[in-house]
């Protein structure tokens, strides 16, 4: 890494461990990617737990819902590249019978968490839902055992839930692209504005470069985001990785900036975020709706 027998900068990284974190990380976790004089070590951890780390500042570099961003943009900038946005597709509420949409707010759903992406575009959808948080990983399980009516999925249950004889009431996605023509930005990568610009710009670069190596190299990337790819054959795995880590991860494009500045003035607007979104990205001056 370093020369001279110095000790490597240790960059503190976590990200959500399902396989399209995996993917985007493969090349700085498998030290494919190398930055001299820096150690990226890897956490993984839940979104939701993510977000509550990142209110403490905790690590260097960590994947945040953009929900979570204005809670935390005083101490972080969102990194150019490690997006994860939604094409007309993202988070789901999932039923065991086809409740119909009018109905939803009657009906309590289980959500992954009160600071994801998914449920500010469920409050935006249906601002008198009842809910109640569950590990994203438990909200399928509950809702086929009848413990909830509904659940609020992300991850790789998108692709998993009819499997399992549940049936999808509404699409997060494709309601927000028919609300406002934009893509739905779920989560991205956030760094600490105290590393400072020279630091800032060589991690940026490193998560740059993970992606585009594991774009590249996409079987073997492919093969290593299998371990955490929960019920999902090779197939589907691509299939998920290719939803979430493309050409929007490697740059937002100018609508995928603007939805997220969109995204979050609406969530101010009605009242679900209480503090002005002010969405920085490295590089940039402020962006605002």
């Known amino acids: 890494?370093?020369?001279g027998g110095s000790t490597a900068r240790e960059i503190k990284v976590a990200h959500s461990p399902d396989s399209d974190d995996a993917f985007m990380f493969y090349?700085?976790?498998t030290n494919k990617v190398r930055v001299p004089g820096l150690k990226f070590t890897h956490t993984l951890c839940d979104i939701e737990a993510l977000n509550r780390k990142a209110l403490e500042g905790y690590y260097d570099i960590t994947a945040v819902s953009f929900h979570a961003y204005p809670y935390i943009?005083?101490?972080?900038?969102?990194?150019?590249?490690?997006g994860s946005v939604g094409e007309g597709y993202g988070p789901m509420i999932?039923?065991?019978?086809?409740?119909?949409?009018?109905?939803?707010?009657?009906?309590?759903?289980?959500?992954p968490g009160t600071m994801t992406t998914a449920y500010l575009a469920l409050?935006?959808?249906?601002?008198?839902?009842?809910?109640?948080?569950?590990?994203f990983d438990e909200i399928i399980p509950k809702v086929l055992?009848?413990?909830?009516?509904?659940?609020l999925i992300i991850h790789e249950g998108q692709l998993t839930f009819n499997k399992v004889g549940l049936h999808r009431i509404v699409d997060m996605g494709k309601w927000w692209r028919d609300l406002t023509g934009m893509p739905l930005p779920l989560g991205g990568n956030a760094i600490k504005r105290e590393l400072g610009p020279t630091l800032t710009t060589a991690c940026c670069n490193a998560l740059r470069d993970s992606i585009q190596y594991a774009l590249d190299h996409r079987e073997e990337a492919l093969q290593y985001a299998m371990q955490f790819a929960r019920d999902l054959d090779v197939q589907q795995a691509d299939k998920f990785v290719g939803m979430?880590?493309?050409?929007?991860?490697?740059?937002?494009?100018k609508d995928g900036r603007e939805a997220i500045s969109k995204l979050l003035e609406m969530g101010y607007e009605r009242g679900i975020i209480p503090h002005k979104?002010?969405?920085?990205f490295v590089g940039d001056t402020a962006v605002t709706a």
């Not at 979430?244 to 494009?253: F, I, S």
């Open 145 to 151: 055992e009848g413990r909830y009516e509904a659940g």
């Open 73 to 82: 943009q005083d101490n972080y900038a969102i990194m150019p590249s490690g």
């Open 244 to 253: 979430y880590v493309n050409e929007r991860t490697l740059d937002y494009g």
């Open 277 to 280: 979104p002010n969405v920085e």
């Open 123 to 135: 409050k935006l959808f249906a601002p008198d839902v009842v809910t109640e948080v569950v590990p």
């Open 94 to 111: 999932v039923a065991s019978r086809n409740i119909p949409v009018e109905d939803i707010a009657k009906v309590k759903i289980a959500v």
């Open 1 to 3: 890494m370093s020369s």
């Open 27 to 29: 090349g700085m976790a």
